[in-house]
Structure formats: structure tokens, C-alpha cells
């Protein structure tokens, strides 16, 4: 595949209309070109949409480099496109050389050195950055609001079309359990909801869950008569306490976070998608509508670190950076988010 036939499928399917925040950021940085002469690590999860967001690093002058395949899989068809775009594959020497700008995913990279600091996309990346005290700044761009349409909305889309994949379409009246009642399980709960299942929640913390969705007050009943259990705990080995329960059960498994959450008693092939992210089975795991604003979020994370505001240490994003991402977004998409900040329960922030 040639160049031009790559950016030409990539903009066939990914028009503006679906990805309007990374479109308005790449024709802008195009003639601006503010990251001219830096050079880039980008650890999203490689798949075909996340080029875009490559494209508009790469037209913004950067030097781009794509990290893939430590914590989270990756596409090998996009991974030829890739190349075939003019990005960059690191090998070990050149991750220990380093780069400008670490633009991270689950901390997979924070061991490779950054001049100008580091952007990292989630919870757990963040906490391992915390833990880590760099002694440079790091943009936390799962802080955000924007973060939400992918995390909450886009994950709880991903799950129903991996169920959707794996011949689990039809949820009307069926039960539901979710481990995690965390941005990533209020998602999912939200969509599970919306699809007419009867959902209920394990979390130690019991949080306040959102509307319409119960705590589960007697679990290892409701396992063994539940029709879907979802992990998304972000926990390795979460449910690993009610593998008895889960194996006795008529479920259907899946599990949502990077980690394997259902433990070593239940084996890969009870679980879809061999107990890898659901979503990951799909080709795009997370519909571009709902990553886009998150990918055009973290890239901005590299034009603040390149002006060298921050000081060490870990940050928000810019609220005038999401404001103005906010504002290029269309108003379906805005009134899914507010539908779902409105079912939240109310200690949730």
C-alpha cells in the first residue's frame, strides 16, 4: 500500500463528520505546524482510526514514532499502514535514546526518556506516573471531561458490539452483573440499561451506582443465575473470588480492562475474546465518534508540553483545551454525554 492509497482509505472511512475535533486540529496544525522539529512517541493502542490522530501530529511537523503491543493490543494491518504513512516504528535503541514527548497508554513507556514530559491517556497510567514522581511534567488526560466519551461512552458501545460479534445481541430483560462501578463500569452500566438488561454492580467501595442499577447484596446467587457478567475493574484477578460461582453459571463472560480480571481458575476459552478486552476483537475498539475529542485531547497535551508551561510533576489538561475541543463536537454527541452525567449517581465526580 502506497501513501497516498493509505490516507485515502483512512479519509473514506473516517470523514469529518466523524471525527470533527482530530479534522479541525489537523488542517489547523497543518499550516501552523507547531510541533515542527520534535520528536514524538505515541503508545494509543494501534489500530486503523488511531492513524488520524498520527496524521495530525505528523502534519503538525512532528517526527512521529508509534509504540504498540506492551500493554495493549494492536492491529498488524494498521501497524503496514503505518509504515506505509511515513510514522516511524521504534526498535529498543531507539526507545532508550528517547524522544521530545512521551504521549502515553497505561504507562507502557514511561521508562523511555522525555526531554519535554509525558501525556498519559489512563487511570492506571496515571497512577504509575504518580507513583513514579517524574521530575518533569505529565499531562493526565484521563483527568478530563473529554475523557468520558471515550472511557464511559465509547466502552460501553465497544461492549455491546463485541456481544454483538459474539452472537450476544439481545439483552432486553436479561441480567447483568458489572465488577467496577468506576467511569469505565458507569459506561457500561449505562449502555447495559439503555439495551433493557436488569443490571447490578459488585464494587467493594459501593459507591452511590448510577440510576436504574442496583448493588449486587447477594453476589454468588446472582452469578450463577446471571446472563452476562463484564469485568471492568481495572483489578487484575477482580473476580477471581467468585470463580466458582462464574463456572457454575450459564453466562456469557467478558472482560473489559487490560488486565485479567476473572483470574486463573476460569480458563480463556469460557471467557469471549480469550479474556482479552472485548472491544479489542472488533476493528475499531472504539467507534471514532466517541475516541476522537480523547485523541485530539492527548495530542494537545504535546503542544502544552512543547511551550514548556508545566511544571514536574502531574497535571489536567488545559480546561481552554477541552472548552474549545467541546465546541467542535455535534450536538447528539453533547446530549449523549449530559444523558449520562445526569444517570450518575451522586458522589460521583
Not at 498519559?120 to 521530575?135: F, N, P, V
Not at 473470588?241 to 480480571?261: C, I
Given at each position: 500500500m502506497?501513501?497516498?492509497e493509505?490516507e485515502?482509505?483512512?479519509?473514506?472511512?473516517?470523514?469529518?463528520?466523524d471525527?470533527?475535533?482530530?479534522?479541525?486540529?489537523?488542517?489547523v496544525?497543518?499550516?501552523?505546524?507547531?510541533?515542527a522539529?520534535l520528536?514524538?512517541?505515541?503508545a494509543?493502542?494501534?489500530?486503523?482510526n488511531?492513524l488520524?490522530k498520527?496524521?495530525a501530529?505528523?502534519?503538525?511537523?512532528a517526527e512521529?514514532?508509534?509504540?504498540?503491543?506492551?500493554a495493549?493490543?494492536?492491529?498488524?494491518e494498521?501497524?503496514?499502514?503505518a509504515?506505509?504513512?511515513?510514522?516511524?516504528i521504534?526498535d529498543d535503541?531507539?526507545?532508550?535514546?528517547?524522544?521530545?514527548?512521551?504521549l502515553?497508554?497505561?504507562?507502557a513507556?514511561?521508562?523511555v526518556?522525555?526531554?519535554l514530559?509525558?501525556?498519559?491517556?489512563t487511570?492506571?497510567?496515571?497512577h504509575?506516573?504518580r507513583?513514579?514522581?517524574?521530575?518533569?511534567p505529565?499531562i493526565?488526560v484521563d483527568?478530563s471531561r473529554?475523557k468520558?466519551f471515550e472511557?464511559?461512552?465509547?466502552?460501553?458501545?465497544?461492549l455491546?458490539?463485541?456481544?454483538?460479534?459474539f452472537?450476544?445481541?439481545a439483552l432486553?430483560?436479561?441480567?447483568?452483573?458489572?465488577?467496577g462501578?468506576g467511569?469505565?463500569g458507569?459506561?457500561?452500566?449505562?449502555?447495559?440499561t439503555?439495551?433493557?438488561?436488569?443490571?447490578?454492580?459488585?464494587d467493594?467501595?459501593?459507591?452511590?451506582?448510577?440510576?436504574?442499577v442496583?448493588?449486587?447484596?447477594?453476589?454468588?446467587?446472582l452469578?450463577?443465575?446471571?446472563?452476562?457478567v463484564?469485568t471492568a475493574?481495572?483489578?487484575?484477578?477482580a473476580?477471581?473470588?467468585?470463580?466458582a460461582?462464574?463456572?457454575?453459571?450459564?453466562a456469557?463472560?467478558?472482560?473489559?480492562?487490560?488486565?485479567?480480571?476473572?483470574?486463573?481458575?476460569?480458563?480463556?476459552?469460557?471467557?469471549?475474546?480469550a479474556k482479552?478486552?472485548?472491544?479489542?476483537?472488533?476493528?475499531?475498539?472504539?467507534?471514532?465518534?466517541?475516541?476522537d475529542?480523547t485523541?485530539a485531547?492527548?495530542n494537545l497535551?504535546?503542544?502544552?508540553?512543547?511551550?514548556?508551561a508545566?511544571?514536574?510533576?502531574?497535571?489536567?489538561?488545559?480546561?481552554?483545551d477541552e472548552?474549545?475541543?467541546?465546541?467542535?463536537?455535534?450536538?447528539?454527541?453533547?446530549?449523549e454525554?449530559a444523558?449520562?452525567?445526569?444517570a450518575?449517581?451522586?458522589?460521583?465526580?
Amino acid at each position: 500500500m502506497t501513501r497516498r492509497e493509505a490516507e485515502a482509505a483512512l479519509a473514506r472511512d473516517y470523514p469529518p463528520g466523524d471525527c470533527p475535533a482530530l479534522t479541525r486540529q489537523r488542517g489547523v496544525w497543518a499550516r501552523e505546524r507547531p510541533l515542527a522539529g520534535l520528536t514524538l512517541l505515541d503508545a494509543t493502542p494501534l489500530f486503523r482510526n488511531t492513524l488520524v490522530k498520527h496524521l495530525a501530529l505528523r502534519d503538525a511537523g512532528a517526527e512521529v514514532w508509534v509504540g504498540y503491543g506492551r500493554a495493549m493490543p494492536f492491529d498488524p494491518e494498521a501497524l503496514d499502514m503505518a509504515r506505509a504513512l511515513g510514522l516511524h516504528i521504534p526498535d529498543d535503541a531507539r526507545l532508550k535514546a528517547g524522544f521530545d514527548v512521551v504521549l502515553d497508554c497505561a504507562a507502557a513507556f514511561s521508562g523511555v526518556p522525555a526531554r519535554l514530559g509525558y501525556a498519559e491517556l489512563t487511570r492506571s497510567g496515571a497512577h504509575r506516573y504518580r507513583q513514579a514522581a517524574k521530575a518533569c511534567p505529565v499531562i493526565d488526560v484521563d483527568h478530563s471531561r473529554i475523557k468520558t466519551f471515550e472511557t464511559a461512552l465509547g466502552t460501553g458501545d465497544g461492549l455491546i458490539r463485541g456481544l454483538r460479534r459474539f452472537g450476544h445481541g439481545a439483552l432486553h430483560g436479561k441480567t447483568a452483573v458489572v465488577f467496577g462501578c468506576g467511569k469505565v463500569g458507569r459506561g457500561i452500566l449505562f449502555r447495559l440499561t439503555r439495551e433493557g438488561a436488569r443490571c447490578f454492580v459488585i464494587d467493594p467501595a459501593r459507591p452511590i451506582p448510577p440510576h436504574g442499577v442496583a448493588h449486587a447484596e447477594a453476589p454468588h446467587a446472582l452469578l450463577r443465575a446471571a446472563d452476562l457478567v463484564v469485568t471492568a475493574t481495572g483489578v487484575k484477578d477482580a473476580a477471581a473470588p467468585y470463580a466458582a460461582d462464574l463456572l457454575a453459571s450459564h453466562a456469557a463472560l467478558a472482560n473489559m480492562g487490560v488486565e485479567d480480571e476473572f483470574g486463573p481458575a476460569i480458563p480463556p476459552t469460557r471467557v469471549l475474546n480469550a479474556k482479552a478486552p472485548l472491544n479489542f476483537a472488533l476493528p475499531d475498539p472504539t467507534r471514532m465518534r466517541y475516541i476522537d475529542p480523547t485523541m485530539a485531547l492527548h495530542n494537545l497535551a504535546a503542544l502544552t508540553l512543547a511551550r514548556g508551561a508545566p511544571a514536574p510533576g502531574l497535571h489536567p489538561p488545559s480546561p481552554a483545551d477541552e472548552a474549545a475541543l467541546l465546541a467542535t463536537l455535534p450536538r447528539p454527541l453533547l446530549d449523549e454525554l449530559a444523558a449520562f452525567e445526569a444517570a450518575q449517581g451522586a458522589d460521583h465526580v
